[in-house]
């Protein structure tokens, strides 16, 4: 199926969880936070929230700013 | 000369320098200019990670040390900010939250009904907002009603470099509310720094006018002692000016030269 993350097309198994995104993409989890289609995902529920075609995911992180 | 400590949502800080982490020449610079500014408080921008994820600008900045104090630049309306601060929580940055609602994309300028929505939703949601708004003593008000931890009024527009351009606003603003004034944007050099803690303002925000420094580190520092003195010298209580002079030696006790 198919799902945007952090605005780029990606192609990944049905069923997929956030925590399996992750892993996948190998992001770091310390300061990371993770929003499924602009809601926040809390890190307790990664394993068990379940990514469905058409999902926008954000992952995000502290950068520069002032 | 004693002093009391910048208190924001219950937490005390000892420095009135808060410091960023955009636009450095280098990581290992901004980690020299943050030690040099002996700030506390440090901004960060929360954005997309990019992938593969690789180094980490908290790889240099000492989170047991320095209090995180994640920034929602960018955001266009209260939902985004609002939505950011949720992440930036989630990430484990904390509750401390540097709250921007830009109205204008030229002037970087507040959209004020935008941030006072978003200021009344997040601190009804356990957060400590410090709201980047303008210079208007009414706006800092209701932002103060709607649970503000402090009012962050800009002394120009954002990487401006023009100092404090309406410093008798910023003077009402302190006498309007009883939180926390701290200036956030347009500081170009120390003694723009200054004349804000003067004012009597808590507190003083900036990250262009280090980090854009030719000598960042230096910079830094010259910040450091600018916002001390200026702190210092509205502690001490300056003198009324005056249109015409007024002799500092004795009038009495002239010696007489006339032949």
Known sequence: MKISVNGKPMEVEPGLTVEGLLTRLDVKREYTAVAVNRDVVRKADYGTVKLSEGDKVEIVRPMGGG | MYDTSLVLGGKEFTSRLIVGTGKYASMEVMREAHEAAGAEIITVAVRRVSLPSGESILDYIDTKRYTLLPNTAGCYTADEAIRTCYLAREAGLGDLVKLEVIGDQRTLFPDVMGLLEATRTLAREGFIVMPYTNDDPVMARKLQDAGAACVMPLGAPIGSGLGIRNPYNIKIILESVTVPVIVDAGVGTASDAAIAMELGCDGVLMNTAIAGAQDAVAMARAMKLA??????????????????????????????WTS
């Open chain 2, 227 to 256: 916002v001390e003195a200026g702190r210092l010298a509205y502690r001490a209580g300056r003198i009324g000016k005056k249109l015409y002079a007024t002799a500092s030696s004795p009038l009495e006790g002239l010696p007489d």
